[in-house]
C-alpha cells in the first residue's frame, strides 16, 4: 500500500494534510500530487513490482482531471493492471460522480478497493453501491477478533457476501498469532 507520510513537522498525520488542504480547497491538487508520484514510483520500479498490487488511497471525490488521467494513461498506463484505487472512509463514496470515476478506473484495468470497512462511512451501502473488487476490513474490527464472537460473525458475514461476489477480502493489523489463526480458519 502506498501511504501518503508527512514529513513536515507541522503535521502529525496524512489527516490532519487532507484537513489543511480541504481548508483551503486544495484536495484535488493533493490528489493529483498523490496519483502522479505514485505512479512515476510504481512505474520506475515495475520490474521489482512484477504482478503485485500496489494500493492507493484516493478521495472519491476528487476525480482527476481529463487531461491529467491522459497524461497518466499515456505514461503509465503498462502498469494500470497493478494499481488498485482504494477509497478511504474519509467521506460517503456513494454519489454519481464517484461512479463515474469507478467505471473511468474500471475500463482502465484499475481495480477498486473499499479501505477500512466498518469505520467511518464504510459501510454495506458503499458494497452494494461500489461494487468493489476488494474489501480491506478495519483494523478495529480485526483486533482481537480470535476472542471476540460479535466481531467473528461480522467478519463471516462479509466473507459470505464477499465470495458469493467474487470480492476479495483483506484483513488489515493482523497483529497476533491468534488473529492470523482465526482469520485463516474463517
Do not use: C
Amino acid at each position: 500500500e502506498a501511504l501518503m507520510r508527512p514529513t513536515h513537522e507541522s503535521f502529525t498525520s496524512p489527516f490532519e494534510v487532507l484537513n489543511m488542504a480541504a481548508a483551503e480547497f486544495k484536495l484535488y491538487q493533493l490528489e493529483r500530487m498523490v496519483m502522479f508520484r505514485i505512479m512515476e514510483y510504481v512505474y520506475q520500479n515495475r520490474r521489482e513490482f512484477g504482478r503485485r498490487k500496489v494500493f492507493i488511497n484516493s478521495l472519491p471525490s476528487q476525480q482527476l482531471s481529463s487531461h491529467d488521467f491522459a497524461y497518466i494513461q499515456r505514461e503509465y498506463g503498462v502498469i494500470f493492471p497493478n494499481i488498485v484505487i482504494e477509497f478511504i472512509e474519509r467521506e460517503n463514496a456513494v454519489t454519481d460522480m464517484v461512479q463515474w470515476k469507478i467505471d473511468t478506473l474500471r475500463d482502465h484495468g484499475i481495480s477498486i478497493a473499499i479501505d477500512d470497512f466498518g469505520a467511518g462511512w464504510s459501510n454495506e451501502l458503499q458494497i452494494l453501491s461500489l461494487d468493489p473488487d476488494i474489501i480491506k476490513i478495519d483494523m478495529g474490527i480485526i483486533r482481537d477478533i480470535d476472542t471476540n464472537v460479535s466481531k467473528q460473525q461480522f467478519v463471516e458475514h462479509i466473507l459470505s457476501f464477499s465470495r458469493a461476489r467474487g470480492i476479495r477480502v483483506v484483513a488489515e493489523g493482523v497483529e497476533t498469532e491468534g488473529e492470523l489463526l482465526l482469520l485463516r480458519q474463517l
